[in-house]
């Protein structure tokens, strides 16, 4: 028990710090709510155990980064977020990919030079739900 209580813990604590480079990517947790000027209308959804949403979001050239923001905020669900850019799959990430486990996983996606302009698309996976669970998605 106190080696499974553990490797939680470092699981989580690595979470914290994860940074995916796939396609030079960098994602990162975001620590602060910030709400820029514009950003893309809220979602609000459902989701049940074994069920796919999909959004999109068409990118300008010259963007620096993009914060994505899927927030369901009951923990015993289990939700993923997987992000796919013009040129890579980003993801999926988890409840604790932002550094806390909270029911909601709250992340920047940056690169040197600029992302990838184009359609984005983002993949909401019910992992494990009890019934059915309403979420928020936002991406800015």
Do not use: E, H
């Not at 994505?68 to 604790?96: E, R, V």
């Amino acid at each position: 028990m106190a080696i499974l209580v553990c490797a939680l813990v470092l699981i989580s604590g690595v979470s914290a710090l994860n940074v995916d480079k796939s396609a030079g990517y960098s994602v990162t947790p975001t620590g602060n709510l910030y709400l820029p000027a514009v950003m893309s209308p809220m979602t609000v959804g459902t989701i049940t155990t074994g069920q796919t949403n999909w959004y999109s979001l068409v990118i300008p050239a010259g963007k620096s980064s993009l914060t994505m923001d899927l927030n369901w905020g009951y923990i015993p669900d289990s939700l993923s977020l997987t992000a796919i850019a013009p040129d890579g799959t980003l993801g999926p990430y988890y409840d604790a990919a932002d550094g806390v486990t909270n029911g909601r996983i709250f992340l920047t996606i940056s690169r040197a030079g600029g992302i990838a302009p184009g359609t984005w698309n983002f993949k909401v996976y019910g992992v494990s739900v009890l019934g059915t669970q309403s979420y928020n998605f936002v991406t800015y």
